[in-house]
């Protein structure tokens, strides 16, 4: 199975990345996608990529959006063309922390699409707390044939209809789909199905039960396989089957 979504470049792994990695090897994990956040972040990740063949992405989080350069697409250039990146991202909104000033948070999104939209990449979105303004932006912006995820996805079967049917978007479901408090977001997964779905940690936060509390790592990305697997009456075989084809149909992996 494929964590389409984890940070290995952070520092709660500077004293056991490698053997972190050898366990999602050894659970079973056929690939990691470990995200950039700002530049530095960024450049980080597509080292860690090449170190141990994973997959990278580049891009600007909306509480780093403050600090973006202006002319991102010059800025992100070079990194792009490494062949370990696959994706632009994270990118987008969040109100819940308000960390960059909204009117920058918009700014960086609607240019990290643009510049995904120029080159043909798919984008990897972040969006707490901010589904109208977020929406409103994609209906500006994006244009059909695009690629992208809505990562950590935590919304209700109405919000899950809306970003899959009128933007063609996947949802990245990770640990919180195994809480007790998530039944809306089950019901949401429900309502789409298994072929709009794709698997993440977010790693190294948000660990699933019943490892919550702890770091999150790749590795535990199973139990989330698991959860699914029950709450669409499905096996697991064919939970991991059926989001590992649409990882690779979105980030061409």
């Not at 090449?50 to 600090?67: N, W, Y």
């Not at 209700?156 to 998530?182: C, H, K, M, P």
């Not at 089950?186 to 709009?196: D, L, M, P």
Request: include cysteine; glycine fraction near 8%.
């Amino acid at each position: 199975m494929i964590d389409t979504h984890c940070h290995l470049q952070d520092k709660q792994f500077e004293g056991d990345r490698e053997q972190t990695i050898a366990r999602a090897f050894d659970a079973g994990i056929s690939g990691m996608l470990t995200v950039g956040c700002d530049l530095a972040d960024s450049e980080h990740a597509i080292e860690i990529a090449r170190r141990f063949k994973l997959q990278a992405s580049v891009g600007i989080h909306p509480h780093e959006a403050k600090d973006a350069p202006e002319d991102l697409a010059a800025a992100f250039a070079p990194l792009l063309e490494d062949r370990h990146v696959v994706a632009i991202g994270e990118t987008g909104l969040d109100y819940y922390y308000d960390h960059s000033p909204r009117d920058a948070q918009a700014r960086v999104l609607r240019e990290q699409i643009r510049c995904a939209r120029r080159r043909g990449m798919p984008v990897i979105f972040h969006q707490r707390d901010a589904f109208d303004d977020f929406v409103s932006i994609l209906r500006e912006e994006w244009t059909q044939g695009m690629r992208g995820v809505v990562h950590c996805f935590t919304g209700d079967s109405q919000q899950a209809l809306l970003l899959v049917r009128e933007f063609g978007l996947l949802l990245g479901i990770g640990g919180v789909a195994t809480f007790a408090n998530a039944e809306p977001l089950r019901q949401a997964v429900r309502t789409v199905g298994v072929e709009r779905i794709i698997l993440e940690t977010d790693s190294p936060y948000l660990a699933p039960v019943p490892v919550r509390g702890r770091r999150n790592e790749p590795s535990f990305v199973v139990h989330t396989a698991r959860k699914l697997a029950e709450v669409l009456g499905m096996g697991l075989d064919e939970i991991v089957a059926a989001t590992d084809r649409n990882a690779y149909s979105l980030f061409h992996m």
